[in-house]
T-cell receptor, first 107, second 116 residues
Framework: DAKTTQPTSMDCAEGRAANLPCNHSTISGNEYVYWYRQIHSQGPQYIIH???NNETNEMASLIITEDRKSSTLILPHATLRDTAVYYCIGGYSTLTFGKGTMLLVSP | NAGVTQTPKFQVLKTGQSMTLQCAQD?????MSWYRQDPGMGLRLIHY???????DQGEVPNGYNVSRSTTEDFPLRLLSAAPSQTSVYFC???????????????FGNGTRLTVT
């Protein structure tokens, strides 16, 4: 599995876009990039994943750089309920989660 | 679909006691795994299984045993509980490596274990 690096914490105003970066410079060509989030002490929730192309679903957008060494998760209109720890993971199913980014959305 | 179901939700053990944390999924997922999460930490992989009859160790396997006799169930056994095993335990499943990595993990809601 690829090693990933994320900022420890980020702030975002409610209604604004939250852009969460992730560095995964060691990712191999066939490893997907996954994003999950964990609200309070609940089980982590899958958000989105991608291989090479940008992806969008009802929750978020994922922008992967052309060299695949980094990606950005975009929450287009952050709400208070998006306050959570966001994990960026690179690799197959034997995934090890780092400490993630604590996103605080404020009114 | 119930998804991934973990039982119990809470458990208090005394040092030296044994217990089994249950995990079941109804999505016909080949891959299942156990994580522990300590305060301020990310999730650390304990054990995982890529199919019935196959298990392997993760990052922090000591003090835990697993078996996978069916596709649906993946119990985690603590043979002799220690205070260091106080943690929140999460079970997860996915379709697995056979999809080429194109398979998100589905998590249970966790078991909160305290060992005194």
């Amino acid at each position: 599995d690829a090693k990933t690096t994320q900022p420890t914490s980020m702030d975002c105003a409610e209604g604004r876009a939250a852009n969460l970066p992730c560095n995964h410079s060691t990712i191999s060509g066939n490893e997907y990039v996954y994003w999950y989030r964990q609200i309070h002490s609940q089980g982590p929730q899958y958000i989105i994943h991608g291989l090479k192309n940008n992806e969008t679903n009802e929750m978020a957008s994922l922008i992967i750089t052309e060299d695949r060494k980094s990606s950005t998760l975009i929450l287009p209109h952050a709400t208070l309920r998006d306050t959570a720890v966001y994990y960026c993971i690179g690799g197959y199913s034997t995934l090890t989660f780092g400490k993630g980014t604590m996103l605080l959305v404020s009114p | 679909n119930a998804g991934v179901t973990q039982t119990p939700k809470f458990q208090v053990l005394k040092t030296g006691q044994s217990m089994t944390l249950q995990c079941a999924q109804d999505m016909n997922h080949e891959y299942m795994s156990w994580y522990r999460q300590d305060p301020g930490m990310g999730l650390r992989l304990i054990h995982y299984s890529v199919g019935a009859g196959i298990t392997d160790q993760g990052e922090v396997p000591n003090g835990y045993n697993v078996s996978r006799s069916t596709t649906e169930d993946f119990p985690l056994r603590l043979l002799s509980a220690a205070p260091s095993q106080t943690s929140v335990y999460f079970c997860a499943s996915s379709y697995g490596i056979g999809t080429g990595g194109n398979s998100p993990l589905h998590f249970g809601n966790g078991t909160r274990l305290t060992v005194t």
